[in-house]
T-cell receptor, first 110, second 113 residues
């Protein structure tokens, strides 16, 4: 079956630091890949997505590239802010059953 | 306008009780989901409906019963609540069943005492 593996957190950074959260997947076929973000006390919301190999998703300074050869979709941001503190979920969706990673908590200090 | 809404937001109840959580989406989507999120933020899919038909039924105790009266609504009824049912339950919707973005509700925080 499909699976998503993302790095365990928490990831703790100072403001303006560079962020990478690793995500790798196993899947049959050609799924779409997503990063969702969950702020405290809220539901998940889409951060970015990519639907085919070599596509780059980007939003709010975050980027991730769909790498089929390494089955990865790592999330990056060049300069994090305190307001980016949240839990980040990597996910894939192909046929019917969406699959989520376990989530990575990001804490950004001023 | 809230795209995906859930009621109630908080639910505190005793073991053995029966409770329901309601979900509504105004996005015109065909597919709706229920997820359970535990205290470590792990998200587990429970059920999914497409056009009112059950298409995903993961390994969930049969005390949990979803019902979709129409495409815009998906309710979750839980019988004989147990301590381990305490979690946050999220409803979500998507346009279809393959590769689409999911839109999540704000969650229902269930605490079983």
């Amino acid at each position: 079956g499909n699976s998503v593996t993302q790095m365990e957190g928490p990831v703790t950074l100072s403001e303006e630091a560079f962020l990478t959260i690793n995500c790798t997947y196993t899947a049959t076929g050609y799924p779409s890949l997503f990063w969702y973000v969950q702020y405290p006390g809220e539901g998940l919301q889409l951060l970015l997505k990519a639907t085919k190999a070599d596509d780059k998703g980007s939003n709010k300074g975050f980027e991730a590239t769909y790498r089929k050869e390494t089955t990865s979709f790592h999330l990056e941001k060049g300069s994090v802010q305190v307001s980016d503190s949240a839990v980040y979920f990597c996910a894939l969706s192909g046929s019917y059953i969406p699959t989520f990673g376990r989530g990575t908590s990001l804490i950004v200090h001023p | 306008d809230t795209a995906v809404s859930q009621t109630p937001k908080y639910l505190v109840t005793q073991m053995g009780n029966d409770k329901s959580i309601k979900c509504e989406q105004n996005l015109g989507h065909d597919t709706m989901y229920w997820y359970k999120q535990d205290s470590k933020k792990f998200l587990k899919i429970m059920f999914s409906y497409n056009n009112k038909e059950l298409i995903i039924n993961e390994t969930v105790p049969n005390r949990f019963s979803p019902k979709s009266p129409d495409k815009a609504h998906l309710n979750l009824h839980i019988n004989s609540l147990e301590l381990g049912d305490s979690a946050v339950y999220f409803c979500a919707s998507s346009q279809g069943t393959s590769g689409e973005t999911q839109y999540f509700g704000p969650g229902t925080r269930l605490l079983v005492l």
